[in-house]
């Protein structure tokens, strides 16, 4: 059972014990489903409709009346007209006057108006209290009870009371209510429905252009090198040995770029010797969007991680190991065990597999429901101390992977270097500079910093630091 | 510290500042439990109880006396007896009076009685306000705290004041109080603690359906006709070889039939020139639990990942590769590398695990935390267009693991092809279907009739596509 | 947008329609950041500072008195300073007479001071309403509004009035409020933000205690052993191969541990014949933490499978197949094809993946937002038939992997058994006792006593089991 009133109750038609009425302008689809819902919570439900006798589907229990008719039986009226027809409201002034209009429209792009239409309709109608809400919901989640999606509805006015109104009903259509403050939020809230993952963009862009990179690399160095140099057709490397390449690559690069800010930041409040600065702006959305970067990186590792172990699996790979028992067979001599390599393949395999491990549990706790149970020592303990242990392992196993030959001349080709070395730039910045920063002397005037104490000020320090919190 | 008042303050005794005195009719393990829980949020808490010397073992700082006594000290009466036993409380019709009625009662099974035991017992004692809440919390959650299953205390009621006050209490407790609207919705909430995964019930007939299907068709190709024509014991296949071909057929089925409703509504819309007609219920229920068909397609597309990954660690593999070198190696031919075979093995794996890889993403944001962080748009674009997406990748999977093998003679056996060919009918269905629906022409008819337009009344086209939302 | 108001609306200051007025006492880090946020959900805010004057980066729109004068605009006092300053609090004892003060510090040390910081302010300034609050949010959260760390306020106070507006004020910031009873639950709050997964102690400690024994256990017999006898250098076994046996035997032997406490605690009820007498603390705290072990059980399990994963792409198990492929090649005997070995690893690794299946699939349920969607019902069915299911399907997986070879002295080394035959005493244990426990003749028995009748009194069977809940 969804905690909605529509699921559990199909016929709960109104038991006339709650007497409350609320009235709905506009007979639209939204209007009715909501009239639909709310008759099945009990509230009484008139409809206000341009030609009354005309409007066909309405939810059976509810009256139809003209709009004043219908305004005078309530005192909260929900709007579900569109705001270029909202003028026919200013004749109803009079019938509204002291009356809660409840706006529920939305645009179709975001700021497509000089002023939110709540505001607009605030203007339109003075003497009337306007709240902003339910315009977050789609009338078939209302309809269908299948609110698989956000069952959250934002509220904003500048009547306390009013606003109080709407929620405690939004709460009765098992809904959850969240208080936006004054009207003018409206415009942010009206442009909630039209974003598309905002804070994920810069993660995804920046995760395309690695990927983009990185693969005409690749390609460069083992697909057309070869070509040109052995006349070998390489080309089907580029289904999984290439992807296999630039996954774990793009994945250590992102989870690097998640401590970077942090690292800046701390540079920068030793260099300023106070916390009281604002960052730059360009940090600040860094900073904010470090979450979503680290999810990317995880979704690039959780790839790597299959297409490495479908290596048995793939034709190449068998061929490849039956052709060479065949020729060491032919050549009579089987190859000499050699302890050094096993512990090398197998400590670049472990720490990887210790790295994505623990890069699951970061996923993991970063879940809204999880990270909610715990408290904020917690959530920096995972978030701070196990980020940075995942990045030590994740930057060990591509070291470790490149073993001896690192950077020796025999696998540069065309003067470039493997990719993966690339890849080891950002990280080992990252985690030089965190090792500096962690040295006791510096952390402590760090800590102080953080703490309030400011380099240049004596006074506030004795205001911030000592006494407030 | 889960966010119950029990876990907190396991010692806060009544502190005697928030006066509110609640009285528990019934002193059974429920009745004490919450009685415990009350004391320890603040509440004073007195005990009804038929013979009062004889109750054992209530909490603490408690008071117990005659059910007429402990009535006149509040105004907030839990009635922790079972149904069979309500009748003495018509003697008490006059002491009860105006008072609130919480019936906290559970039946043994759906829908027992006609009526719900709320509404019998607002029926045996006029003049009281019943409200129903707390059946769905267990006494042993109370006690301990630990309150992993659901925190959600559904309450209903005809007076909304008695409500209000009720779930006020719930609160304190530490509980969620969902408003259900009126009593009639109590025969409702006193059956959702009986249900058992009602919504999964159709996706899980539905597999268990196909798994038995494809099971016993693979056996006969696979197990019998090997065995028959070929003398050849082949038994060990059922353990890992039959399932893993039954649990991506499985899951690719499941998949397209999680998409296939919404295009059969697609075209019922097309066909009826208007969104205004409810589809018929097997419709309705299926698009219903489109997410739990989806997600039990997730599983077997985990069960296929983990049984593909296991292949090169099973003795018959290792066992089959090594004599095939060896053979080779006698007939003192190595088999040369084909390109095309290389192509065809890579991207048929590579288009799994980007299938799974999205597959697995859909499955995370289909979790409750997560969808609720999303708006509208948002989950619409993830499981409609990456779903789609989804399905794409997955079927082609499957169409080039048949690459050239996909229907020729050879892999008859009785005239049977492959299992995997029969799981690409539905797939491949829905594909055309949905291609063919987002052709322009039709996608634009399509488009307008769901924002309202309606092919056969220019009228109502007036009243809601345009004016209203 | 996370549902904060500072997300939201960076540049709502306060549109002047919502008169409250909040009184925030100090000007430190806290202070700042929670005017800020109040400011742009519309309070307006005025600070007491001790020398207004050399206040500095005090959001715009906010007003800095002293604190006599900051105290008379407001009824409702925000106290962001540390403990040890209070007492200049004292000679304002006249002008805060009436008002809510509400306390927000937390300490450096768990119960650093006798009696909480709330309740020594509350003797401090008596004729004040203390309410504990906010002091479970950062300062850094609230200004940037990445609330990724629970959103949860916890509010404790002895006058429900004052609780409530404070609450409201929580409310309305965008936070959740928590009641959390008189002020005698400030010292729990004040130590909750101080506390480290108290309840993921005891499953850390012991499973790093059964990691460490099983790894010197296994370089005994594998690496130490081979050494000595046969002056083989094993150590490279020590990266993946002994990992790979500690990993399973942990997820094992805790998962079983998950179970025990609840067959020790029917043995116990049945033993003592009634359900009404309290389980040894011992029992109750496992019980608690059950949750705790599973999950870290999982997580060994899931770094068995990858370890597991891993193992054709070993450089030693690559280099082992290949020498065995040659040896039989000189030796020009192939290996027959044993189908009972088939058998056995394949069903071996059968049971594997389906015990891991389940065992992801109780992790996924145990997700506060998933078990917040089920019933009581459902979430018993889940935890405990599959649960069993689960523990069921590994310990035959051990079971079979034991296989011929499980005691036969071959094996033994030094007289040690191998690993995993020490892993199975606790499961089978469990086991066993729970099939004699679910025997009709007992299972009987306990359900009678766990609804509530009791062995030695008729009469309280009479009063609990009969008739109440």
Redesign the interface.
């Known amino acids: 059972?969804?905690?909605t009133?529509t699921d559990?109750?199909p016929?709960?038609m109104?038991?006339s014990?709650?007497q409350?009425t609320v009235c709905i302008f506009?007979?639209?689809?939204?209007?009715r489903s909501l009239g639909f819902k709310m008759l099945?919570?009990?509230y009484s439900v008139v409809f206000g409709?341009?030609?009354p006798r005309?409007?066909?589907?309405l939810p059976s229990g509810a009256e139809v009346l003209s709009y004043s008719e219908a305004a005078q039986k309530s005192d909260i009226i929900i709007v579900?007209?569109?705001r270029e027809?909202y003028d026919f409201l200013t004749e109803l002034t009079l019938v509204l006057n002291g009356k809660i209009l409840v706006d529920?429209?939305?645009n179709l792009k975001i700021n497509q108006y000089p002023e939110s239409n709540a505001e607009y309709l605030a203007q339109l109608v003075p003497g009337t209290y306007v709240v902003k809400a339910f315009n977050?919901?789609?009338a078939w989640?209302l309809q269908?009870g299948?609110l698989?999606?956000?069952?959250?509805v934002?509220v904003c006015g500048?009547?306390?009371k009013a606003k109080q109104r709407v929620m405690d009903i939004v709460?009765?259509l098992?809904l959850t209510p969240?208080?936006?403050?004054?009207?003018?939020?409206a415009s942010?809230?009206e442009n909630?429905?039209?974003?598309?993952?905002p804070m994920w963009r810069f993660p995804f862009y920046l995760s395309a252009v690695l990927c983009i990179f990185f693969f005409f690399y690749c390609v460069i160095r083992e697909v057309i090198f070869p070509y040109i140099c052995e006349k070998k057709?390489a080309?089907?490397r580029m289904?999984?040995s290439i992807?296999n390449r630039i996954f774990p690559i793009a994945a250590l690069i992102l989870l690097a770029l998640v401590y970077l800010p942090g690292v800046i930041a701390a540079i920068l409040q030793l260099y300023r010797g106070t916390?009281?600065r604002r960052f730059p702006d360009w940090l600040?959305h860094w900073?904010?969007c470090r979450?979503q970067l680290g999810l990317v990186a995880l979704?690039f590792a959780?790839?790597h991680?299959?297409?490495?172990?479908?290596?048995?699996?793939?034709?190449?790979v068998?061929?490849k190991?039956?052709?060479?028992?065949?020729?060491?067979?032919i050549n009579n001599k089987?190859?000499p065990?050699i302890?050094s390599?096993?512990?090398?393949?197998?400590?670049y395999?472990?720490l990887g597999?210790?790295g994505?491990?623990l890069f699951?549990?970061l996923g993991i706790t970063?879940?809204?429901?999880?990270?909610?149970?715990?408290?904020?020592?917690?959530?920096?303990?995972v978030?701070s101390k196990l980020g940075y242990l995942t990045l030590i392992l994740c930057t060990a196993h591509t070291l470790v992977y490149g073993g001896k030959k690192f950077l020796s001349p025999s696998v540069l080709r065309w003067g470039l270097p493997s990719a993966y070395v690339l890849a080891l730039i950002i990280p080992c910045t990252v985690l030089v500079i965190k090792f500096i920063l962690i040295m006791p002397c510096i952390d402590k005037t760090l800590t102080r910093i953080r703490q309030?104490w400011e380099r240049n000020s004596k006074?506030?320090s004795v205001?911030?630091g000592?006494?407030?919190?």
């Open positions: 059972m969804k905690n009133c559990e109750l016929l709960t109104n038991s014990e709650r409350e506009g007979t639209g689809d939204f209007g099945q919570c009990g409709s341009r030609n005309m409007s066909n589907m579900t007209i569109h027809h529920v429209s939305n977050t919901i789609s989640a269908s299948a698989d999606a956000s069952r959250q934002f500048n009547d306390s709460r009765t098992g969240l208080d936006q403050g004054s009207l003018t939020a942010e809230i909630y429905p039209l974003q598309l993952f057709d080309t089907f289904a999984i992807p916390k009281y600040d900073m904010l979450k979704g959780f790839l991680v299959l297409y490495t172990l479908v290596i048995p699996i793939r034709y190449f068998r061929w190991l039956k052709n060479i028992t065949i020729t060491e067979m089987g190859s065990f302890t390599s096993a512990w090398l393949s197998d400590s395999v472990a597999i210790l994505f491990f699951v549990l970063s879940l809204p429901s999880v990270s909610n149970m715990v408290n904020w020592r917690e959530f920096r303990f978030q309030g006074m506030s205001l911030n000592k006494t407030d919190i």
